[in-house]
Structure formats: structure tokens, C-alpha cells
């Protein structure tokens, strides 16, 4: 029987009804009590939905740093409580007040302000802005989106805008951070694409666990923060990608080949830096920053395109771990303590 406009309309409406008559949904709420933060799964009531937003299903998030500092209480990430956290979800669009998505779309929200001051995606459902969203690439499935999530969108930023400017034969890319979420994802986009790469980190027995995502060389922490202080040194990479900040970020400036190009879009270290000009000026390198948060959406479409094709990795599932909500709380505790490695998503839908 072909259905008309009209039991259409009445399917898609049947669709908001029956979901609404489930009263609340779950999501894991941070709240504050007398200057200590708790966290713990509360049954919170379906949100309203104004025009411009969407009303997602989540069928998966991902943890990040800036999650767990907002699930400690950091008022530089998240102002007010009780927040859900979650700056990553991936879902379907069950109501939609915008004419760019419709209902059963699957989408992919992550920064702006989600999990930071807006609620995020730890979470059962989200309601976000639709300029927030962008569509599920055809060929990219939704634990995928999650493995990636900010940390794969951030690491592929840095790529894009650092392979504009240098090309695999120009020279070694060095990466920063190599075990943490942006520095593991862009050696294995690296790699990828065809480049040499030399990965810094603080973990001396996770060699070879960085050699197999892609490092050609691996040198430690303490060995790159304690080099000679010069304003130069001698010009060793095409180029960098730093996610740390301060002495590190300093040091892989003073050793990039003239007209080198290093991203930075971390200071987990430090937001300082003690540089003189001439990398700039006597060198001609460039310093770009990476602002994931804010990126325009053209250039999110087209970083996350990427990643479901050309810079598509076939095992990141290996290298990551699926829990729900309710596991949730001790993975926080893991990260913040430094002990988490891989990528940590959280599967809401059953």
C-alpha cells in the first residue's frame, strides 16, 4: 500500500509520541555538594525542543581529558552543575525543528559547547542546535565516529592543515603527545598518507605499541624537554604536531626546517612559551592553531569525509574500549590518574 503525504506526517509524529511516552531517560549527571563533586546515573525528564535544535538518540559517546575535568568539578571547563558531560555523540535524530535534518538521520555532534556548559552525551538523548550536527558519512559506522570522536576531528584538523603546506618528502612529521588521543590518531593518519614520523612521549614501555600505529622513531619526553637552550637548533622536521604546549611545543619550533609549518592545539604542559622570533622570521616557520572547538563546519565536513575514506583505519576498534554508563565513573578516575590508554566510548543505546 503506498502511503500518502499525510501518513507520513502521522508515521513520523507516531515516532515523537511513542518516545515521549517513555517519561525520563538516563544520563550520568556531575553534581556539586559543598565545594566536592559526585557523579551517579539519574533519570531526567525529555527536554523541550525550540526551533533550530534537535532531540538525538545517542547510540555512543566517547571520553576525553576536558570530559573528566568537567566530571571533577572544573569550573575552566563547566560553570554550573548539576551537567552531563560528553563532548562527543554520535545518533539519530528522533525531533528535528530544522529544515537541514530530518527524523531517522543519523548525525554527529562534538565541541562547541556540548558536555562543557551544555549537556552532553553521556547521556541516553541530547538536545543540541542543528548547526552543531553533522551528518554520519555513508561509509563510516557510529562506534567508528566514536573511536575517532574529538580526538580523531582534532587530530585530523592538525593533519589537513599541516599537509597544505609539507609533503611526505620534505622531510620527518613530529608528533607530540604520541600516546594520547590526538597524538595516536594523526601518526596513524600519518601513516597513511605516506609520511615519516617521529613520536614523542612520556612512556618509555609503549615503544612499540607507538612503531605499530605508525611511528618511524620514538624519543622520550625528558630527552626532548632537555635540550640545548638556544633560540635555534638545528633543523631536523618538515614539520610538527603538538597537542602538550610549553617546552615541548618551544623545542619542536627551534628544530622545523625553513618553511615548516607546526599546529598546536594543547597545553597540557604549559600555555606558555619562551621562544624568540627567529624560527619565524630567519626560517620562515609557521605556527598554526587548532581550534576544534569552534571550527567552521565546511572544513568538519570535510576532515570527517576523510576519515571515513582516504584516512579511513581499519583497527581502531582494537585499540579501543566499549562500556556503559554505568562503568563510566572509574574510567574518569583512570584518566585523570594518567592510566587510560586507547580510546574509551561508551555505548548508551542497548
Sequence with gaps: MLLTKF??????????????????????????QDN???????????????????????????????????????KGV?????HTPGIDAVGTVVTSKSNTFKIDDQVIVTSYDLGMNTNGGFAEYVKVPAEWAVKLPEN???????????????????????????KPNDGPIVVSGATGGVGSMSLRILKAMGYQTVAITGKANETDFLKKIGANEVVLRSDFENLAEKPL????????IDSVGGVILQNIIKLTHPMGVVTCCGNVASPKLD????????RGVSLIGIDSQNY???????????????WKIDDLSAET???SLTALKSQIDLMLKGKLKGRTIIKLLA
Design 7 to 32: 501518513d507520513v506526517k502521522i508515521s513520523k509524529t507516531y515516532k515523537i509520541t511513542h518516545m515521549n511516552m517513555q517519561s525520563t531517560y538516563k544520563a550520568f549527571r556531575v553534581e556539586a
Design 36 to 74: 566536592s563533586y559526585t557523579s551517579s546515573i539519574k533519570n531526567l525528564p525529555f527536554p523541550e525542543v525550540s526551533e533550530g535544535e534537535l532531540l538525538i538518540k545517542v547510540h555512543y559517546s566517547s571520553l576525553n581529558y576536558k570530559d573528566a575535568l568537567s566530571a571533577s568539578g572544573n
Design 78 to 82: 563547566t560553570r554550573n552543575y548539576p
Design 140 to 166: 563510516l559506522s557510529m562506534k567508528t565516529a566514536m573511536c575517532f570522536g574529538t580526538a580523531g576531528l582534532t587530530a585530523g584538523m592538525s593533519v589537513l592543515k599541516l599537509t597544505q603546506h609539507v
Design 233 to 240: 637548533l638545528k633543523s631536523v622536521y618538515a614539520g610538527g
Design 275 to 282: 621562544l624568540t622570533v627567529f624560527p619565524f622570521i630567519l
Design 296 to 310: 567552521p563546519m565546511p572544513y568538519r565536513v570535510q576532515v570527517w569525509e576523510k576519515l571515513s575514506s582516504e
Design 321 to 323: 574500549t566499549v562500556i
